[in-house]
């Protein structure tokens, strides 16, 4: 199942900084790549879940809605924002997918393991009846 872990923030005079992952993490696995995602306002990207990979999604810009589904038609939604200093993790086998609330979205993703379309299930959006 997915979790919400809380980022530590440092704060400084500067310019804080936000503490996204670290080797001591009990959710850290090992990374294998890191990309972004950007979403539009009121875009839907879904659905996807990885079968080996696990993911940890931090949202650095903007405002995004995530949705979890076990298969079962059974949700569990969240909005994270760049003022939430959240993580959510993603183990393999979870199926998501993300709608972008401000007009700048961006999602910094990181990785387990590689991507590959061999790696990744996905349906269409409405293939998951869910009410975005």
Same mark, same amino acid.
């Given at each position: 199942?997915?979790?919400?872990?809380?980022?530590?923030?440092?704060?400084?005079?500067?310019?804080?900084? %936000?503490?996204?992952?670290?080797?001591?993490?009990?959710?850290?696995?090992?990374?294998?790549?890191?990309?972004?995602?950007?979403?539009?306002?009121?875009?839907?990207?879904?659905?996807?879940?990885?079968?080996?990979?696990?993911?940890?999604?931090?949202?650095?810009?903007?405002?995004?809605?995530? %949705?979890?589904?076990?298969?079962?038609?059974?949700?569990?939604?969240?909005? %994270?924002?760049?003022?939430?200093?959240?993580?959510?993790?993603?183990?393999?086998?979870?199926?998501?997918?993300?709608?972008?609330?401000?007009?700048?979205?961006?999602?910094?993703?990181?990785?387990?393991?590689?991507?590959?379309?061999?790696?990744?299930?996905?349906?269409?959006?409405?293939?998951?009846?869910?009410?975005?």
């Amino acid at each position: 199942m997915e979790k919400i872990l809380s980022l530590k923030k440092i704060k400084n005079k500067k310019g804080n900084i %936000v503490k996204i992952l670290s080797s001591k993490d009990k959710n850290f696995k090992k990374i294998k790549e890191i990309y972004f995602s950007h979403v539009k306002l009121n875009s839907i990207k879904a659905w996807k879940k990885h079968k080996k990979n696990n993911l940890n999604l931090i949202v650095v810009l903007g405002r995004v809605k995530f %949705v979890f589904c076990n298969g079962k038609n059974k949700f569990r939604r969240m909005t %994270v924002s760049k003022n939430l200093y959240k993580k959510i993790y993603i183990p393999a086998g979870v199926w998501f997918g993300f709608k972008g609330l401000s007009k700048k979205n961006l999602i910094i993703s990181i990785s387990s393991g590689l991507s590959s379309e061999k790696e990744i299930s996905r349906k269409e959006v409405n293939d998951i009846k869910f009410n975005w």
